[in-house]
Nanobody
Framework: EVQLVESGGADVQAGESLRLSCAAS????????IGWFRQVPGKEREGLLC????????TYPGSLKGRFTISSDADKNTVYLQMRNLQPEDTAVYTC????????????????????WGGGTLVSVFS
């Protein structure tokens, strides 16, 4: 059974950095791509970044000009989302998801064609 568990969400001040973790079980990074998504209250879910063995790193518009980066640790079966210079508009529920490939531009919210989803972690940014 595939499980994804996010952690690291917190209340932070504007300008601070935060690293989120997505711990995966029941899959390996050799076979699955892992993506990070977020949903701002009242808005559609958007894609941020995705990492896969075959495709490398895929960037989506939500990754916001390099403020967000993605990395993985295969030994820990964990994918990270490093977020810098957080702003109040980054307040959202951040969720990781897994599938055989990263989403293409044709794949749309809310699921972007991803098969497995974590429960999400809340990031709140205060000015």
């Amino acid at each position: 059974e595939v499980q994804l568990v996010e952690s690291g969400g917190a209340d932070v001040q504007a300008g601070e950095s935060l690293r989120l973790s997505c711990a995966a079980s029941g899959l390996t990074f050799d076979d699955y791509a892992i993506g990070w998504f977020r949903q701002v209250p009242g808005k559609e879910r958007e894609g941020l970044l995705c990492i896969g063995r075959d495709t490398g790193i895929t960037t989506y518009p939500g990754s916001l000009k390099g403020r967000f980066t993605i990395s993985s640790d295969a030994d820990k079966n964990t994918v990270y989302l490093q977020m810098r210079n957080l702003q109040p508009e980054d307040t959202a529920v951040y969720t990781c998801a897994a599938h055989l490939k990263c989403p293409t531009p044709l794949q749309e919210p809310p699921y972007f064609g991803m098969a497995y989803w974590g429960g999400g972690t809340l990031v709140s940014v205060f000015s």
